[in-house]
């Protein structure tokens, strides 16, 4: 399973777009790169999934270079509502490919 | 629809004591997780059903901790005895493919408080 690498904390002013990047370098053919968002005292919410490029749904855009080596996560116009911890995973539907999360970025708004 | 129904949503007990959580997950979700989240780190996978067979519970601590699903939809995970290292929010969750890689659905937890 591919290790995935994101900064622990991060904070924005609310209004601003904001980037969350995650490494994963030993990213394989197959995987996926999904990504979930926690608030607190409920469990984790999935955010987007994608592979290659750029996906977009109403939530966020996920950007994915060529090499697929990283990801990051962007939010358009970040708020006090998105503050939450951020996870990037991993992974693909291979038999014993299990869902693995990390630690987290934790975002928060910028006093 | 109705999401991943968890219960309680709180408890306390001593340590050496039992504890039963119980899930019910999405109709129609043969997919079903049960994860122990620590305060400030990621959910760890503890087992993972599929209907009523197990598919993974390699990080599950079979000494104390076990689960069941036994008609293929709602499910419990028990400790016993629980140690002081327990305390966690326990969350369940359920997913309509097998691996759980496009979406699982999360529940908002059980939060277990070990004295």
């Known amino acids: 399973l591919a290790k995935t690498t994101q900064p622990i904390s991060m904070d924005s002013y609310e209004g601003q777009e904001v980037n969350i990047t995650c490494s994963h370098n030993n990213i394989a053919t197959n995987d996926y790169i999904t990504w979930y968002q926690q608030f607190p005292s409920q469990g984790p919410r999935f955010i987007i999934q994608g592979y290659k490029t750029k996906v977009t749904n109403e939530v966020a855009s996920l950007f994915i270079p060529a090499d697929r080596k990283s990801s990051t996560l962007s939010l358009p116009r970040f708020s006090l509502s998105d503050t939450a911890v951020y996870y990037c995973?991993?992974?693909?539907?291979?038999?014993?490919?299990?869902?693995?999360f990390g630690g987290g970025t934790r975002l928060m708004v910028k006093p | 629809e109705a999401g991943v129904a968890q219960s309680p949503r709180y408890k306390i007990i001593e340590k050496r004591q039992s504890v039963a959580f119980w899930c019910n997950p999405i109709s129609g979700h043969a997919t079903l997780y049960w994860y122990q989240q620590i305060l400030g780190q990621g959910p760890k996978l503890l087992i993972q059903?599929?209907?009523?067979?197990?598919?993974?519970d390699s990080q599950l601590p079979k000494d104390r901790f076990s689960a069941e699903r036994l008609k293929g939809v709602d499910s419990t995970l028990k400790i016993q005895p629980a140690k002081l290292e327990d305390s966690a929010v326990y969350l369940c969750?359920?997913?309509?493919?097998?691996?759980?890689?496009?979406?699982?659905?999360f529940g908002p937890g059980t939060r277990l408080t070990v004295t």
């Open positions: 059903f599929q209907n009523n067979g197990v598919v993974d």
């Open positions: 969750a359920s997913s309509l493919d097998p691996q759980g890689w496009y979406e699982q659905y």
């Open positions: 995973l991993v992974g693909s539907n291979n038999a014993g490919n299990m869902l693995t």
